[in-house]
């Protein structure tokens, strides 16, 4: 008997930018700070910044290359290319429809979605859902920021965080009993004003007063981020866990959302997570916001570190505030 298909994922792919900047470095732009407590609060040694000539298209369409190469399918193959990024390449037109034209996906629907740093595990929920809607259906989902455009270096509980990446996903069809099992998607309106950029959509229009007063920047509370993580993150974990009829400890690998790693430790003991395998790459990439888990998740995948049928949970959480959890059994194709 011919096995159902399922929806999973058929190949990984990541960009970092070559511009590597330490914590060294980064304490000459940085002020009041030194490298060894950006190391201490974070965990955080490097990051890397995107070239002067080099914007969000620019690595989303790096990552989307290396993942139809890993996939071994070719862009005219895609029906859907889906982007997610809080730092767009300008206001119109989508970003997607410039990475889409880059890699010649010349068939596929491209579309942003914006998630901020939630925005990878979505599209990957929107992307099964397009499978699931027509099946043979190949979807690309890219997840790439360049934060460094938008942070105000004289604040250094943001500056410290933040690099520039892109990562991204194949999403299609696969055997029973691989692919997606669940997903869990959480957003909390009523605690958007905690990650935000004031200035330059259609409430607070750009202008010189709002490039004076540094209303373009982003801003974080850092505090009320970490509470918000530690109080709803777990018990979305836990949900989707229950869901799929499995426990914490039958996971075996987490792929979260790199944003700080004093935070992610404390999630992790939280979530009841300490046997399964933490992925983490924000020593040397930092917080790349929508693109963190998904160049996680490639770095993983390329090592070899994710075997064949191995249960992989992927956890984003940020900006809205939203959250997003993903359960996937492994194909290792």
Known sequence: MQSVARVGILGTGSYLP?????????????????????ARKTLIEA?????????????????????????????????????????????????????????????????????????????LALAHSLVATRPGAVV?????????????????????????????????????????????????GDAHELIHVKAGGSRLPASAATVADGDHFFRMNGRGVRDFVMAGVPPVLADLLKRAGVTAGDVDHFVPHQANGMMIGELVAAAGLDAARTHLVLDRYGNTGSASAAIALDAAARAGDLKDGELVLLAGFGGGMSVGAALLRWYGN
């Open 18 to 38: 070559e511009h590597e900047v330490t914590n060294e470095a980064l304490t000459e732009r940085v002020t009041d700070t030194t490298p060894e407590w950006i």
């Open 47 to 123: 990051r890397r910044f995107a070239a002067p000539d080099e914007a969000t298209s620019d690595l989303a369409t790096r990552a989307a290359v290396a993942a139809l190469d890993r996939a071994g399918i070719a862009a005219d193959r895609l029906d859907f290319l889906i982007v997610s990024t809080s730092t767009g390449d300008s206001p119109q037109p989508p970003t997607a429809s410039l990475v889409q034209h880059a890699i010649g996906a010349h068939r596929a629907a491209a579309f942003d979605i914006n998630v901020v740093c939630a925005g990878f595990v979505f599209g």
């Open 140 to 188: 690309l989902v890219v997840a790439a920021d360049v934060y460094s455009r938008i942070l105000d270096f004289d604040d250094r509980r943001t500056a410290i965080l933040f690099g520039d990446g892109a990562g991204a996903a194949v999403v299609g069809a696969v055997p029973a009993p691989y692919g997606l099992v669940d997903v869990e998607l959480v957003t909390r």
